[in-house]
């Protein structure tokens, strides 16, 4: 069984650019969402995606969107970055049926200068 | 809305001492609760959860949890620590009725810290 796995690892942008993140989900899993954890902090609920379609959504701005693709992988997308933007993105997977028990990747570490 | 309270954000323990992370929750309605701990530079991962039933519920590594409705509480213990055990930890809620769109609620963690 193949777990949450995102990339890249790291990255670094500068303030106004745009920055895409990338996950793949457990297999079996068919939903994914996404969380932001800024340093020192627990992670915040960005959205979740189910059936390619955005099905919730937490307290973040439109210019953080996402997509899911037929084989359940996502793609986070932030524009406009801000200094603020540099956190921990940590995907998350969910099987049908499994009661919101996420199972976490990894994450992609987001320095914006 | 819900939301969660880790009371401690460090927690220095001895090595094979016992340990209580403490974690309290708010929310009008039903939730699922979870622990997750974090060790540096990688996710989170699962510890246990509490859905229904049986207020104790066992996890992995020797930790256990026990479901408190009338204090809206939600503490992880483990009877004996080690210094594999230093980690942050992280409690979570989610809302039954939400189907899992709302997705968790976090805590903002607990840096257990093991002492030789």
């Known amino acids: 069984e193949t777990g949450v796995t995102q990339s890249p690892t790291h990255l670094i942008k500068t303030r106004g650019q745009q920055v895409t993140l990338r996950c793949s989900s457990q297999?079996?899993?068919?939903?994914v969402s996404w969380y932001q954890q800024a340093l020192g902090q627990g992670p915040q609920f960005i959205f979740q995606y189910y059936r390619e379609e955005e099905n919730g959504r937490g307290n973040f701005p439109p210019r953080f969107s996402g997509l899911q693709f037929p084989n359940y992988s996502s793609e986070l997308n932030v524009n406009a970055l801000e200094l603020d933007d540099s956190a921990l993105y940590l995907c998350?997977?969910?099987?049908?049926?499994?009661?919101?028990?996420?199972?976490f990747g990894p994450g992609t570490r987001l320095t914006v200068l | 809305a819900q939301s969660v309270t880790q009371l401690d954000s460090q927690v220095p323990v001895f090595e094979e001492a016992p340990v209580e992370l403490r974690c309290n929750y708010s929310s009008s309605v039903s939730v699922y609760l979870f622990w997750y701990v974090q060790y540096p530079n990688q996710g989170l991962q699962l510890l246990l959860k509490?859905?229904?039933?049986?207020?104790l519920v066992k996890g992995i590594n020797g930790f256990e949890a026990e479901f408190n409705k009338s204090q809206t509480s939600f503490h992880l213990r483990k009877p004996s620590v080690h210094i594999s055990d230093t980690a942050e930890y992280f409690c979570?809620?989610?809302?039954?009725?939400?189907?899992?769109?709302?997705?968790?609620?976090f805590g903002k963690g607990t840096h257990l810290i093991i002492q030789p």
């Open positions: 297999s079996g899993h068919n939903t």
């Open positions: 979570a809620v989610s809302l039954v009725s939400g189907g899992g769109a709302d997705g968790l609620t």
């Open positions: 998350a997977s969910t099987g049908q049926g499994s009661y919101n028990e996420q199972f």
């Open positions: 509490y859905l229904s039933g049986s207020t």
